[in-house]
T-cell receptor
C-alpha cells in the first residue's frame, strides 16, 4: 500500500527559472494539501485541493505560485520565476475525504534556488 | 486565525525517562489535534491524534491529553529510547476554515543513552 509520493525529492533551480513539484496521494485519497517548511521552522499551509478544484488557497503567495489537481494524474505545485527565498522543503499530504481529518505526508521535495 | 504555540523548543532526556511537550491553541473552533514526528530529511509521520470530544488517548508509550477549556494539549512519551530522537510537531485543525492544519514551531527531542 504505497504512501504519498512526491517527486523530485531534490530540485535545484537558478533564479528566474520555473519549479514543478509533483504529488501523488495515497490510493483512494482525493484530497491534497501542500505545506512549505523553511529551514528550522514549522510547516505552513499553502493550499488545499480536491480533484479539479481548489478549496482553500489562503496560504499561497499572491504571485508566482499556483497549484492544480487534475482529474487524472498527480497534483502539481508550480513556482514561476523562482527567487532565493523560495528555497524550502515542500510537503504534500493527502486525506481520504473532507470529513477525514487525518493527513498523511509525503517525503517532501527540497527546492534549492541558486 | 488559529495560532499554535509549542514548548519547549528543545528537550534533552536520559534514555528511559519521560518526555512531555506542550502546545496551546487560540481558536476554540479547532477540534482535531495531531502530533507528527519528523526525522532528518524525511516527511512528518503521524504518531497520535486526538479529537475534541476526547480528553486523553494512549498508544503504547505515547499518550496525548487535551484540555479544551484551557485550550492546550500535550504529548507524553514514556520510557524514551534513542530512536525517539527527532523533531515533534503539534498541530490544530480550525475546521471553520477548512481542513488545513496549523502547526507549532516544533520541539527537538534528544534522548541520551
Amino acid at each position: 500500500n504505497a504512501g504519498v509520493m512526491q517527486n523530485p525529492r531534490h530540485l535545484v533551480r537558478r533564479r528566474g527559472q520555473e519549479a514543478r513539484l509533483r504529488c501523488s496521494p495515497m490510493k483512494g485519497h482525493s484530497h491534497v494539501y501542500w505545506y512549505r517548511q523553511l529551514p528550522e521552522e514549522g510547516l505552513k499551509f499553502m493550499v488545499y485541493l480536491q480533484k479539479e478544484n481548489i478549496i482553500d488557497e489562503s496560504g499561497m503567495p499572491k504571485e508566482r505560485f499556483s497549484a492544480e489537481f487534475p482529474k487524472e494524474g498527480p497534483s502539481i505545485l508550480r513556482i514561476q520565476q523562482v527567487v532565493r527565498g523560495d528555497s524550502a522543503a515542500y510537503f504534500c499530504a493527502s486525506s481520504w475525504d473532507s470529513a477525514a481529518d487525518t493527513q498523511y505526508f509525503g517525503p517532501g521535495t527540497r527546492l534549492t534556488v541558486l | 486565525g488559529e495560532n499554535v504555540e509549542q514548548h519547549p523548543s528543545t528537550l534533552s532526556v536520559q534514555e528511559g525517562d519521560s518526555a512531555v511537550i506542550k502546545c496551546t491553541y487560540s481558536d476554540s473552533a479547532s477540534n482535531y489535534f495531531p502530533w507528527y514526528k519528523q526525522e532528518l530529511g524525511k516527511g512528518p509521520q503521524l504518531i497520535i491524534d486526538i479529537r475534541s470530544n476526547v480528553g486523553e488517548k494512549k498508544d503504547q508509550r505515547i499518550a496525548v491529553t487535551l484540555n479544551k477549556t484551557a485550550k492546550h494539549f500535550s504529548l507524553h512519551i514514556t520510557e524514551t529510547q534513542p530512536e525517539d530522537s527527532a523533531v515533534y510537531f503539534c498541530a490544530a485543525s480550525p475546521r471553520a476554515y477548512g481542513n488545513k492544519l496549523v502547526f507549532g514551531a516544533g520541539t527537538i527531542l534528544r534522548v541520551k543513552s
